[in-house]
């Protein structure tokens, strides 16, 4: 089993910054992917951006390339999202998720998210 816990998250002025970090434990793994993924009130989870562990290849949501930026920690199994430029369309809920097999939509395992508001 692999626990994921989110922290960074809270309230931040149009424009501001915040970077959101996500600690696995358990059965960690140095391969596969970790990735990022928020959750509007009304609206279906949609991806953010995920990161490769082996290669630190790293894929964003069109929307937030340029603004976002995702970053990983193998030594202290930790992964990164660095928030810039914010918009209150950036209000949600923020999920980290793990998938270890590297394997097309296999999250296996989710954090249980850290709430992220941006005020106009």
């Known amino acids: 089993q692999v626990q994921l816990v989110e922290s960074g998250g809270g309230l931040v002025q149009a424009g501001g910054s915040l970077r959101l970090s996500c600690a696995a434990s358990?059965?960690?793994?140095?391969?596969?992917?970790m990735g990022w993924f928020r959750q509007a009130p009304g609206k279906e989870r949609e991806v953010v951006a995920s990161?490769?562990?082996?290669?630190?290849?790293?894929l964003y949501a069109n929307s937030m390339k340029g603004r976002f930026t995702i970053s990983g920690d193998n030594a202290e199994n930790t992964v990164y999202l660095q928030m810039n430029s914010m918009q209150p369309d950036d209000t949600a809920l923020y999920y980290c998720?793990?998938?270890?097999?590297?394997?097309?939509?296999?999250?296996?395992?989710w954090g249980p998210g850290t709430q992220v508001t941006v005020s106009s």
């Open positions: 998720a793990a998938n270890p097999a590297a394997a097309a939509n296999r999250w296996d395992y």
């Open positions: 990161i490769r562990w082996s290669s630190g290849a790293t």
């Open positions: 358990g059965r960690t793994f140095s391969t596969g992917l």
